[in-house]
């Protein structure tokens, strides 16, 4: 029989406000057994969307930060299957990458996998982004998320491999979302770079706390190291979109260090 390991997969997906996004991401979905969409309370079509797949189902919680809300979807939302496969609601997978994970038979020493992406801008996927790999499949048993900045990662026990095949970060919800979403975000950034020693932080991180270098840094990595500028229109958008959310960081390091001193 040939091996299909999507049916020891069951797949969560957090949502709130997801209707640009979410019927592309559930297409791509469609070849597994189990979808369990962990809804923050949407106000849009997200969940008439999700409705009309079969394999889909919606649980609820109010959100409070992002690995409090993974942790519950995977305790708490009724996922029964050895391996979890752990999505943000613009993720979306191609064909390619179906079949890479349909046809993986890991050994017992193997507790995830790791998953690269092809970002992609104003309808184009990007030559390169700034954004990091992601260990998105792994065993359920054991899994637990911890909040690291803005981020989160999943703890495991076991070794995590690379998957060959990309994700497709695909975004199209409005900038005045995004933009919210960065005033989250870099709140979290701050209270992570103020929380530890210097000593203790990555050489990107110092930067960052510096305040007034990375505003201009990363704009121009992403159009020059990153290849932004044979992106065109929408390179030149990603490198405005991470200096925009740059400058938004080192403007709450400048609020904290200015409340601090009052």
């Known amino acids: 029989m040939e091996p299909n390991f999507l049916k020891r997969v069951g797949v969560l997906v957090l949502t709130f406000n997801e209707a640009p996004?979410?019927?592309?991401?559930?297409?791509?979905l469609s070849d597994f057994p189990e979808v369990v969409l962990l809804d923050s309370g949407s106000?849009?079509?997200?969940?008439g969307i999700a409705a009309r797949f079969?394999?889909?189902?919606?649980?609820?919680?109010?959100?409070?930060?992002h690995s409090a809300q993974w942790n519950h979807g995977l305790a708490e939302c009724g996922l029964t299957r050895e391996w979890v496969l752990a999505l943000d609601a613009d993720y979306v997978l191609p064909p390619g990458l179906l079949q890479e994970i349909s046809a993986?038979?890991?050994?017992?020493?193997?507790?995830?996998?790791?998953s690269s992406f092809s970002y992609w801008?104003?309808?184009?996927p990007l030559s390169r982004s700034l954004y990091p790999p992601v260990t998105t499949l792994y065993r359920r048993a054991g899994a637990y998320y911890e909040q690291d900045g803005h981020t989160?990662?999943?703890?495991?026990?076991?070794?995590?491999?690379?998957?060959?095949?990309?994700?497709?970060?695909?975004?199209?919800?409005?900038?005045?979302?995004?933009?919210?979403?960065?005033?989250?975000?870099?709140?979290?950034?701050?209270?992570?770079?103020?929380?530890?020693?210097?000593?203790?932080?990555r050489w990107r991180d110092r930067l960052r706390r510096m305040k007034f270098i990375t505003p201009w840094?990363?704009?121009?990595?992403?159009l020059t190291a990153g290849r932004g500028l044979l992106d065109g229109r929408a390179g030149w958008y990603y490198a405005l979109q991470r200096g925009v959310a740059e400058a938004i960081l080192s403007l709450k390091l400048l609020e904290h260090k200015t409340t601090e001193g009052r």
């Open 217 to 222: 840094l990363v704009p121009l990595y992403c």
């Open 54 to 65: 079969p394999n889909v189902r919606v649980c609820h919680r109010r959100f409070d930060n």
């Open 43 to 47: 106000t849009d079509e997200t969940l």
């Open 152 to 201: 989160q990662r999943v703890r495991l026990k076991g070794r995590v491999l690379d998957l060959k095949e990309r994700i497709a970060h695909d975004d199209r919800k409005p900038l005045a979302h995004w933009l919210a979403a960065q005033d989250r975000y870099a709140r979290l950034e701050c209270d992570l770079l103020l929380g530890k020693p210097w000593a203790a932080l």
């Open 121 to 124: 801008i104003l309808g184009r």
């Open 104 to 114: 993986l038979t890991p050994s017992d020493d193997v507790a995830g996998y790791r």
């Open 21 to 28: 996004n979410i019927g592309r991401t559930l297409d791509a």
